[in-house]
């Protein structure tokens, strides 16, 4: 029992292996309210020289304004990291052995890679899960007969998979390279409700 707790500790600078981590982890985040919320299922694969991990779960995406929360939790709902960001700056909290562990930065994307090991491509997702890029960033976009089908954006290419009925993005895929330090990453979120006012 102690080897495997040591080795989970010992894994956690990684991203599945700090999901690993996360998922044992007795803390607990409260949930949060706003705007618009997306909640749904992620698969993520991630790609290293020294390692391939991957990890699935559930996610809930809150945006305010020109605030977001991106919970990732466990698939039986226990949440495994938190990333706030705004006009302040970002904000990554993970659950740890010893409590909670709160970690700040200019960016989430930078603050997920020093954290999780992995780029999480939170500033481009509340927009992205409307199918439209996000505003203010250079992008490139991919139309067919049903409006926008992808877009290449902050490094990542995404895909638009549209639900029949509605014409919402059910299905988003998305991929990055890998970069400098960062490992690629594979990502796909399904989307099983929307709300928002």
Same mark, same amino acid.
């Given at each position: ?15 599945? /292996? ?19 919320? &997306?909640? !749904?299922?992620? $698969? =993520?694969?991630? $790609? ?12 809930? @995406? ?13 698939? =039986? ?7 706030? /960001? +705004? ?8 659950? /740890? #052995?010893?409590?909670?562990?709160? *970690?700040? +930065? ?5 603050? #997920? =890679? %020093?954290? =999780?090991?992995?780029? @999480? ?8 899960? *409307?199918? %439209? ?5 250079? &992008? %490139?976009?991919? $139309?067919?007969?049903?409006?926008? $089908? !992808? @877009? ?6 995404? %895909?638009? *998979? ?5 014409? /919402?993005? !059910? ?14 990453? #594979? ?11």
């Amino acid at each position: 029992m102690a080897e495997v707790a040591t080795k989970c500790c010992a894994r956690a600078r990684h991203a599945a /292996s700090a999901l690993a981590l996360l998922i044992a982890a007795c803390a607990s985040l409260p949930p949060v309210t706003g705007t618009r919320s &997306y909640e !749904g299922r992620f $698969s =993520l694969f991630v $790609s290293a020289v020294d390692r391939h991990e991957t990890a699935t779960g559930r996610f809930e @995406l809150t945006v305010d304004g020109p605030k977001m929360t991106l919970d990732l939790s466990t698939p =039986l709902g226990t949440t495994v990291a938190r990333v706030q /960001s +705004g006009p302040a700056g970002a904000r990554l909290t993970v659950p /740890s #052995s010893a409590g909670l562990r709160t *970690e700040e +930065g200019s960016d989430p994307e930078t603050l #997920s =890679l %020093r954290v =999780l090991g992995w780029t @999480l491509p939170a500033s481009g997702l509340a927009d992205w899960i *409307e199918g %439209r890029p996000s505003p203010g960033r250079p &992008y %490139r976009l991919d $139309s067919d007969e049903n409006g926008a $089908s !992808g @877009l290449e954006q902050d490094g990542w290419t995404i %895909r638009f *998979e549209r639900r029949s009925a509605d014409g /919402s993005i !059910g299905r988003i895929d998305m991929t990055r390279a890998q970069q400098g330090g960062a490992p690629a990453v #594979s990502l796909r979120v399904v989307l099983d409700s929307q709300a928002g006012s």
